[in-house]
C-alpha cells in the first residue's frame, strides 16, 4: 500500500538525532566563544602599552600584534591537524590551552620584569585567537548545506560578546593584579587565562558527540540533517573562497590599522578613535546571524560580489571622508565592518562546501594560516602607503582590491556550473 501523496513527510529519525546533536553542539560553542572572546580582548587592549611600558620605549610597541599574529599562524596549523586527528574538541582545546599558558606567562614576565619572556609568551598566547576562529568551522560540521553559513554565524556572533565584556573588565582585573601584588596591566592577561582555560575545559568536557568525528560517520548526501561530502555542485570552487576570506582580511586590517592615526593627524583624540573602532568592531560580527542567512538563501557567489562591492564602498567612502568629519569617517568604517563580515561568514561556508571530510580540518587550517598572514601583510602594508601616498590613497587600493574577488567568483561559478551541466 502506498503512501498518499498529500500525507505529510515524515523527518528520519537518524536526521532529528542529527538536528538535536547540532542544537547542542552550537550551545557549547556558545559558551566557549563568550569565554574566549573575553580572553581575546588582553591582546588588543594592553599588549602594545605593556611592552611599550616594559622597554621604556613606544619604537616596539606594534610588536606584540606582530608576535600575536605569528603565534596565531603557526596555531592554525597545529590546530588544523589535530582536529582532523582527533576531532574539533580537543583541536580548538589545545590552542586555547596553549593561549592560556602564553597569557599567563605574560603576568609573570610583567612581574619579573622580561621582555623576552613576554615576547615568547605573546606568541603562545596566538594560539587562543586562532582557536575562537576555527571554532566557527566546528559549527558548520553538522549542519545541512544550505544552513552551514547560519550555523558559522552563529558561532561568530557569540565572539563578539565576550569580545566586548573583555575590555570593560579591565579595570576590575586591574583591581584584582594589584590585589594580588601584581603589576597592574597584567590584570587582563590573567582573566585571559582563566577564560581561555574555562573555553577549553568546556569543549572537554561538553563537546560530545565531536561534530567532525560524527560528521565522518554519516552518508554523504544533502538530505536535511546530514552534510555533504562534496563541493556545492553551484558553489565557487576552494580557491575562491580562500580569496574572498584573504582579501578581506587584508582589506580590514590595512584600513582599520591607519585609521586612528589619520585621525590623530586631523586632530582628534583617543576617545573620538576609539569611539570609530568600538563602532567597527561591533559591525564586524554583530550582522553575522542575518549575513549567514543571507548567504543559505542567495548563495556563496552572489554574496561574493556583495563582499566586493561592500568593501570598495568602504574604501571609497573613506577616502572620500574630510579628515574633520567624524560622521563619515565612521560610517566608512562601519561599512567595512560589516564587508568584513560578510567576507568572512562567506569565504567559510565556500570552504567548508568545498572540502571533503577527509581533510577539511586540514584545509580549513591552512586557510586561516593565510587570513592571518594578510592581516599581518596588510598591517605592515598600510603604514608604507600611507608614508608615500596618503592615507586616501590606501582605502582606495584597498577598494579596489577587495573587488577583485567579484569577477574570481562569477568565473568559478560558471565553470562549475559547466562541469554540472555538460553540453
Known amino acids: 500500500m502506498t503512501a498518499s501523496p498529500l500525507a505529510p513527510t515524515r523527518t528520519p529519525p537518524a536526521a532529528l538525532a542529527i538536528s538535536a546533536v ?7 560553542l556558545l559558551v566557549s566563544q563568550i569565554l574566549s572572546g573575553v580572553g581575546l580582548a588582553a591582546g588588543v587592549t594592553v599588549a602594545g602599552v605593556l611592552a611599550g611600558q616594559m622597554l621604556h620605549s613606544t619604537s ?3 610588536l606584540p600584534i606582530a608576535l600575536l599574529t605569528a603565534g596565531s599562524a603557526g596555531a592554525a596549523v597545529v590546530i588544523g591537524r589535530v582536529s582532523q ?4 574538541g580537543p583541536g580548538l582545546a589545545a590552542g586555547y590551552l596553549t593561549g592560556a599558558l602564553g597569557g599567563a606567562g605574560v603576568v609573570v614576565a610583567d612581574a619579573l620584569g622580561s621582555p623576552a619572556l613576554l615576547f615568547v609568551s605573546l606568541f603562545l598566547y596566538g594560539a587562543g585567537t586562532t582557536s575562537s576562529l576555527q571554532a566557527r568551522y566546528a559549527g558548520a560540521d553538522l549542519a545541512a548545506p544550505h544552513q552551514r553559513a547560519r550555523a558559522t554565524s552563529t558561532v561568530i556572533v557569540a565572539t563578539a560578546a565576550g569580545g566586548i565584556a573583555g575590555p570593560l573588565l579591565a579595570t576590575p582585573a586591574g583591581h584584582l593584579a594589584r590585589a594580588l601584588r601584581l603589576p597592574e596591566l597584567s590584570g587582563l592577561f590573567l582573566l585571559s587565562a582563566v577564560a581561555f ?7 572537554l568536557v561538553w563537546l560530545r558527540p565531536d561534530p567532525l568525528v560524527l560528521a565522518r560517520t554519516l552518508p554523504a548526501t544533502s538530505d536535511e540533517g546530514a552534510p555533504a561530502d562534496s563541493p556545492s555542485r553551484s558553489g565557487p570552487g576552494l580557491l575562491v573562497g580562500v580569496v574572498v576570506l584573504v582579501l578581506s582580511q587584508l582589506v580590514m586590517v590595512a584600513v582599520m590599522t591607519m585609521t586612528p592615526i589619520h585621525m590623530h593627524a586631523h586632530g ?11 563602532l567597527h568592531t561591533g559591525s564586524m560580527y554583530l550582522p553575522s546571524p542575518l549575513v549567514g542567512r543571507l548567504v543559505d538563501r542567495f548563495g556563496a557567489t552572489a554574496m561574493s560580489v556583495v563582499t566586493a562591492g561592500t568593501l570598495l564602498a568602504a574604501g571609497v567612502v573613506a ?7 567624524l560622521t563619515l569617517i565612521t560610517l566608512a568604517l562601519v561599512i567595512l565592518g560589516v564587508g568584513w563580515n560578510f567576507g568572512l561568514v562567506t569565504g567559510t ?17 591552512l586557510v586561516d594560516v593565510a587570513i592571518a598572514v594578510a592581516g599581518a601583510a596588510g598591517g605592515l602594508a598600510s603604514g608604507i602607503v600611507v608614508a608615500l601616498a596618503g592615507y586616501p590613497v590606501l582605502a582606495v587600493l584597498c577598494g579596489v582590491l577587495a573587488f577583485g574577488a567579484a569577477p574570481a567568483a562569477i568565473v568559478a561559478a560558471s565553470k562549475d556550473s559547466a562541469r554540472a551541466w555538460p553540453t
Do not use: D, E, Y
Open 197 to 203: 582555560t574555562l573555553a577549553a575545559l568546556t569543549l
Open 22 to 28: 547540532q542544537k547542542r553542539t552550537l550551545t557549547v
Open 319 to 325: 577616502a572620500l571622508a574630510p579628515g574633520h568629519s
Open 85 to 88: 586527528r582527533l576531532g574539533r
Open 60 to 62: 616596539l610597541s606594534g
Open 268 to 278: 582628534f583624540g583617543t576617545v573620538a578613535s576609539g569611539l570609530v573602532i568600538a
Open 349 to 365: 561556508a565556500i570552504v567548508t562546501n568545498s572540502t571533503p571530510l577527509a581533510t577539511r580540518a586540514k584545509v580549513q587550517g
